[in-house]
């Protein structure tokens, strides 16, 4: 099961920071990742992160701005996306997902989680 929280209403320039609970599963073990999806468009990969946090990888258009980390200590794992400088233009639903492998090589991830509505005025 994943969870996403953490989304809300910010103007231009602002930050953000979103969580995700994963549980019901060893998450510890795979891979990780940020999709969004603004109204009228196709869901898009944000950002994504190894087993370990070792490797990360993100969209063009947030480089510099978000940033993936996770939390395995617990039997819950915890993935966050800490969103700086942000834009009209990343006004999304955000969902957090889970991988199959260690370190994800593929966009396809079986596990998601319900979204997080951020909106971001200008």
């Known amino acids: 099961q994943l969870q996403a929280s953490g989304g809300g209403l910010v103007q231009a320039g602002g930050s953000l920071r979103l969580s995700c609970a994963a549980s019901?599963?060893?998450?510890?073990?795979?891979?990780m990742a940020w999709f969004r999806q603004a109204p009228g468009k196709e869901r898009e990969f944000v950002a994504s992160?190894?087993?370990?946090?070792?490797?990360?990888?993100?969209a063009e258009s947030v480089k510099g701005r978000f940033t993936i980390s996770r939390d395995n200590a617990k039997n819950t794992v915890y993935m966050y996306l800490q969103m700086n400088n942000l834009k009209p233009e990343d006004t999304a639903v955000y969902y957090c997902?889970?991988?199959?492998?260690?370190?994800?090589?593929?966009?396809?991830?079986?596990?998601w989680g319900q979204g997080t509505q951020v909106t971001v005025s200008s």
């Open positions: 997902a889970g991988h199959d492998a260690p370190i994800p090589a593929s966009r396809f991830y079986p596990y």
């Open positions: 992160i190894s087993w370990n946090g070792g490797r990360t990888n993100y």
């Open positions: 019901g599963r060893t998450f510890s073990n795979y891979g």
